[in-house]
């Protein structure tokens, strides 16, 4: 075997070397520090403040990132008001994500749970999630955790298929984990938005979405016929039958696409074929990059007021923001 020997100068060289980095002074490296994030909103108690998380589209349907407070206008029945807060930039969600798995799913439930798992996958530092299932019954994660293995695992490992669907009990059920949080919290359904089984009406999940400022984004995905006529009830009772009460059982797309306007979501249509990654992508993107615009009322009459936020001096936007809030009476 061959040995290479080292020059004498290299040894010396060497030497030197050692020599200077010992006598210099030991401070550590300087670091890049990472790239700063806006402070997440706060709303204090005391003066109330109405909190608006607001996504403004262009033209082609491009998200707008760059706009300033000036840029906003907000209108409470009607009536334009101060804003007090303004927010832009990345921002932290509370969300809950909550699969579809009863029978009329069962062509999609991989498509479903797939785009769930880049929900999970997409998720930031300061992002917290809980995930859950929903057909005859509804499974709950017990806490919401940034840990996105867990997440995953329970993605994977632990949802329950079932027949028939208890959708809007499923949403009403996170509604009241979610409402004692503060901060963006949104609930993402993937769905064919079809309901066989609940005690509550869309109306009902809709009056108690706005009340807690809860934001709703539905995930829709064609329907397997023959999985919405195992869900049904062999003997329905004459008013299944006979009923035109749209208001009880709106057709799903209705029902979805409402929810998710009043409280500000986004309503998406998965199909087979679709690129998920893109899809989820652009859908992460845009619940983190919300702005967040804030008011205080001026009266506080118990009542249900309407929203209104537009973008001034730039035509043919979108603002998808909620359209309501409840002005609570002071104590």
Do not use: C
Request: glycine share 6%.
């Amino acid at each position: 075997m061959t040995r290479f020997r080292t020059p004498a100068w290299a040894a010396a060289l060497a030497a030197v070397s050692l020599a200077l980095l010992a006598a210099a002074p030991q401070n550590p490296p300087a670091q890049t520090p990472p790239p700063q994030q806006p402070p997440p909103a706060i709303f204090r108690g005391g003066v109330e403040t109405v909190p608006i998380y607001a996504t403004v589209l262009d033209r082609y349907g491009e998200m707008l990132l760059n706009l300033q407070r000036d840029d906003f206008e907000v209108f409470d029945d009607g009536k334009k008001q101060t804003l007090t807060t303004f927010v832009s930039g990345l921002q932290p969600i509370t969300a809950f994500l909550l699969v579809d798995t009863s029978a009329s799913m069962t062509l999609n439930l991989e498509l479903a749970q797939a785009a769930a798992e880049q929900v999970v996958i997409r998720m930031l530092p300061g992002d917290k999630a809980r995930v859950g299932s929903f057909s005859d019954r509804i499974d709950l994660t017990r806490s919401f955790t940034s840990d996105r293995d867990a997440l995953l695992k329970a993605l994977r490992e632990e949802m329950h298929i079932g027949n028939p669907t208890k959708l809007w009990d499923a949403v009403d059920e996170t509604m009241a984990d979610l409402a004692p949080l503060g901060g963006r919290r949104v609930i993402m359904l993937f769905t064919d938005g079809f309901d066989t089984a609940s005690r509550l009406r869309s109306e009902d999940v809709l009056a108690r979405a706005k009340a807690d400022e809860l934001m709703i984004y539905a995930v829709r995905f064609r329907t397997n016929i023959r999985g919405i006529q195992a869900e049904l009830p062999l003997s329905p009772t004459a008013s299944q039958l006979f009923s035109n009460d749209r208001s009880r059982n709106p057709p799903p797309a209705e029902a979805l696409e409402r929810i998710t306007k009043q409280t500000g979501g986004g309503h998406f249509l998965l199909l087979q074929y679709d690129d998920v990654n893109t899809t989820f992508t652009r859908v992460m993107q845009e619940l983190h990059h919300q702005y967040v615009l804030g008011f205080t009322p001026q009266r506080s009459d118990g009542k249900v007021h309407e929203l209104e936020v537009r973008v001034k001096d730039r035509p043919f936007t979108t603002v998808r923001a909620r359209r309501s809030y409840l002005a609570r009476e002071k104590n």
